[in-house]
Every structure is written in structure tokens, then in C-alpha cells.
């Protein structure tokens, strides 16, 4: 015990890449990848989505409240219609991205958007905006069952998470819980299996599978996951969808039951990427239609320059990027 109180660790964070060479990795020589032709602006492959098929961001939102077209409460309720559609039965399998949501409190959140923008007192850009939260976050209200079938069973949090607290403060409309698996295939017995919906025979990856899943069949736009080794960026990537893993401690974790696991890897060789910021955006799709995904990666605290490089995709990709399948595309709120 002497030896151990007299010791010095080593505490730098685990953020600082280490340079390994490439054999390290069994990596001889780059690979091509099948499948990125859709970064070709000259290719016709690809045919564009239509307008009313597209999907739609947080702008779409709030613009569409300003100008009157449609309110938060409209989109609700048809918001709700597809979340029960895309977990039940008539979606054949169903989708399971969501595992817990409480139609009344979505209303009630919806009905106070809907004042304010006709009292033309919006809180900002995300008033009225749906958005999903992973099964890992404090949800005042909601039990917080982490993919498990005992935890906080009959036991709701009674409070927001930190992250919660500021999306509210914003007039986010919380929509619920998403699925979640303690893997990377979001196939949980305990809460379904989340199908990917671009083919059902397919997971969606994981851990944060229900996030990814909501967003990429156009549920919701924006949905919130965790991640420490991936859980954000795979099933991004396996959705087709843009997936941010912020730096590690740049939003507070209060809140999330699974903060400790990454707290007690941050000393730890094998996790020295856990901090650093990273993002996931489209690529491409591979012959059985499945979406590629690249992951970009950046220094401590500099997700600008990620979002910069997203943004770059997006224009690049335009319309060209594919919708899921058609009986699973839930996209056509406004």
C-alpha cells in the first residue's frame, strides 16, 4: 500500500492521440472503397430527392413557424401518428427506434411553442424543434432504463439532465427515449431490436441505434446519443445520417448514468481517443444500398472545424443523397 501512495501517475488526458504507426493496425496499403461515387459532381447516377422528400433540418422548422404555415402542435400530432406507425405492427418489421414517449407531454410542449409563436415570442432557433434523447439521459418524467430491464424500473427521473435543461430553455420539444444496446448493433431483448431503415435486415448500429435510427427515417431532426468509442459515429455512418461526438467534457454529463464508465477510462492507454472531437458524415452507399460513412477527427475543443468539413459534404451531396425505404420514411411533417 506504501508503494501504491507513493506512486505518481501519469494524468494527462487520454485526448492526446498517440502516433502509432499503421502496421500497428495491420494497415499495408490504403483500400479503395466502393461506393463514394456520389462525391463525383459529373456522376448521373444518382437522381436528386425530391423537395418534399428531402430531409428537413431545425431551420425548416422555425421557418416554417415564422411564416405561420404550420404550427408546433400540427406537427406534433402528426409527429406522434408516426412514431406509433413506426413501432408497431403496420411498419412491417417495425422500426423500434423509439422505447418510451408520452404523447400528452409532447402535446403540452407543442401547445406552449405554438403560443409563442403567436405571441411572437420565440425563444431561438430550436423552439418547436423535435428532438429525441438516447435511453442514457435524465428525462424529468421518463425512467432512464440505460437498455437494461431493471434499471429505474417503476422509478422516473426527477429532474433534467444538464443537456435536457438547456435544450428546454430553448423550446426544444423532447420527444422521448430512443433505443439503446450495450454494443454496437442496438439488438436489445429487452426493448426490440432497432432495424436500420434503409433495409430491415440490417441493424443500425449502436450504442446510440435509436438516435440514429429516428433521424434517419425522418421522425425527428435532430436526435441526442453518447459516446465514448463510437456510440455516436457508428450508427451514424450506418444510418446515413451526420453524427457529432463533441470533446469529452464540453457539455456537462450530469445526468447520464453511463458518464462514470468514460470518466474511469479517461486514464487509460487504450482510450486516449475518448476525448477528441470527431464527426461522421454520408459517403456513399455500397452495393446493397447501405450508407457509408467517414469519420473526420480533430484536435481538443475544435469542432468548428468538423462542422466546416460537414457543411463541405452537405454541399457536395445536395439532393443526391437517398432516402430509407419507402415504408419507412417518416419525413413529412411540415
Known amino acids: 500500500m506504501d508503494a501504491l501512495r507513493n506512486r505518481s501517475f501519469k494524468e494527462d488526458m487520454t485526448t492526446v492521440p498517440l502516433p502509432l504507426p499503421k502496421e500497428v493496425f495491420g494497415i499495408e496499403e490504403p483500400m479503395k472503397i466502393d461506393g463514394l461515387e456520389i462525391f463525383d459532381q459529373k456522376n448521373k447516377e444518382y437522381n436528386p430527392m425530391p423537395e418534399n422528400q428531402k430531409y428537413l433540418c431545425a431551420r425548416d422548422f422555425t421557418e416554417a413557424y415564422l411564416a405561420k404555415r404550420i404550427t408546433p402542435v400540427q406537427v406534433c400530432e402528426k409527429l406522434i401518428e408516426n412514431i406509433n406507425q413506426s413501432c408497431s405492427?403496420?411498419?412491417d418489421p417495425p422500426l423500434?427506434?423509439?422505447c418510451q414517449y408520452h404523447q400528452?407531454?409532447?402535446m403540452a410542449q407543442a401547445e406552449a411553442s405554438t403560443t409563442r409563436y403567436s405571441q411572437n415570442r420565440s425563444l431561438g432557433p430550436l423552439d418547436g424543434v423535435p428532438v429525441a434523447i438516447k435511453d442514457e439521459i435524465d428525462v424529468l418524467g421518463y425512467e432512464t432504463h440505460v437498455g437494461t430491464s431493471f434499471f429505474n424500473r417503476g422509478n422516473p427521473a426527477s429532474r433534467d439532465a444538464f443537456l435536457i435543461k438547456k435544450l428546454k430553455e430553448q423550446g426544444a420539444i423532447i420527444i422521448g427515449k430512443t433505443n439503446m444496446g450495450f454494443g454496437v448493433t442496438t439488438k436489445n431483448p429487452n426493448t426490440h431490436i432497432t432495424r436500420n431503415p434503409y433495409?430491415?435486415?440490417h441493424y443500425c448500429g449502436g450504442s446510440s441505434g435509436g438516435s440514429a435510427c429516428v433521424v434517419s427515417s425522418g421522425i425527428c431532426p435532430i436526435a441526442i446519443g453518447c459516446d465514448a468509442g463510437g456510440s455516436i459515429r457508428i450508427p451514424s455512418s450506418f444510418c446515413g445520417i451526420y453524427g457529432l461526438k463533441p470533446t469529452y467534457g464540453r457539455v456537462s454529463s450530469t445526468?447520464?448514468?453511463l458518464s462514470c464508465t468514460y470518466n474511469g477510462m479517461m486514464y487509460t492507454q487504450l482510450a486516449n481517443f475518448i476525448g477528441i472531437p470527431a464527426i461522421t458524415v454520408p459517403?456513399?452507399?455500397n452495393d446493397k444500398d447501405l450508407p457509408i460513412g467517414l469519420q473526420f477527427m480533430a484536435k481538443w475543443y475544435?469542432?468548428?472545424i468538423l462542422l466546416r468539413v460537414a457543411k463541405a459534404s452537405e454541399e457536395i451531396l445536395g439532393s443526391?443523397?437517398?432516402k430509407p425505404s419507402e415504408k419507412y420514411w417518416f419525413g413529412d411533417l411540415l
Do not use: K, L, V
Request: hydrophobic share 20%.
Open 302 to 304: 475544435d469542432e468548428a
Open 104 to 106: 400528452n407531454d409532447i
Open 199 to 201: 433495409n430491415s435486415d
Open 283 to 285: 459517403a456513399g452507399y
Open 89 to 91: 405492427e403496420a411498419c
Open 96 to 98: 423500434y427506434g423509439m
Open 320 to 322: 443526391r443523397r437517398r
Open 255 to 257: 445526468g447520464d448514468y
